[in-house]
């Protein structure tokens, strides 16, 4: 429990240090003015605790058995690229810098948020000893169909979609869009390398459970 506490903390402590970085230290308590900037530290804090309630299985960078290529590179400026915007996107909307001017599109970024976060819980929740941010196998991995991914082939990237761009709407953001529009690049290009891997890992098994199921969105994708 003392390991999983304090993976979760290494975690999490970067990302909430450049959101409240960015927006300012000295004027805290301004932050939380805003209903939907309050909502998401809320829902970012239960999060949290369901996490820890759940002991998820957490651990981004298990390596599995399958070559990574250059996913480490991928991944490592992927990375930066969040710490930036984690930092920026907060520190814009104090001062009013490339923000959106009607503030129903807050709302809107705090519903994507929540079902996002929910959707990555429900995720790891399925997947756990099997989750990794590389595509890969892990040692005698098996094809994982309960919970969510009893629909969802890929709800992990479909978190990654909602919750970023919600996180930008939250802070009315006008680079949304573009965030939006970057996750989509990615997630497509790790779906058609993750299942290519998954055929040829699990062959008919898993071509029966494409047939029964959606890649991100049911009745839709």
């Known amino acids: 429990m003392l390991r999983f506490v304090f993976l979760l903390a290494a975690q999490l402590l970067p990302p909430v240090a450049l ?21 998401f530290a809320a829902v970012t804090l239960a999060a949290v605790v369901a996490a820890a309630f759940c002991s998820l299985n957490i651990h981004p960078l298990r390596r599995g058995a399958r070559p990574l ?15 930036a ?23 809107v970024g705090l519903v994507l948020y929540c079902i996002g976060v929910g959707v990555r819980l429900l995720g790891l929740h399925a997947l756990g000893e099997y ?3 590389y595509v890969t196998l892990q040692a005698n991995h098996r094809l994982v169909q309960r919970g969510i991914y009893r629909s969802i082939r890929h709800p992990l990237y ?24 970057l996750a989509w690049i990615f997630v497509l290009d790790r779906i058609g390398r993750e299942e290519d891997m998954l055929i040829e890992y699990f062959g008919e098994e898993f071509a029966d459970y494409q047939r029964r199921t959606w890649k991100l969105i049911p009745l839709v994708f």
């Open 19 to 39: 959101v409240l970085l960015g927006w300012g230290f000295q004027n805290l308590r301004t932050f939380l003015v805003n209903p939907a900037r309050a909502g």
């Open 85 to 107: 915007l984690l930092w920026f996107l907060p520190f814009a909307d104090h001062r009013q810098i490339f923000t959106l001017r009607h503030e129903y599109w807050r709302y």
């Open 69 to 83: 290529g250059s996913q480490s590179l991928q991944l490592g400026a992927l990375l930066l690229l969040s710490f």
């Open 131 to 133: 989750f990794s941010a």
């Open 158 to 181: 479909l978190s990654l979609l909602l919750a970023p761009t919600g996180f930008a709407l939250v802070f009315a953001s006008r680079l949304a869009s573009l965030i939006l529009l």
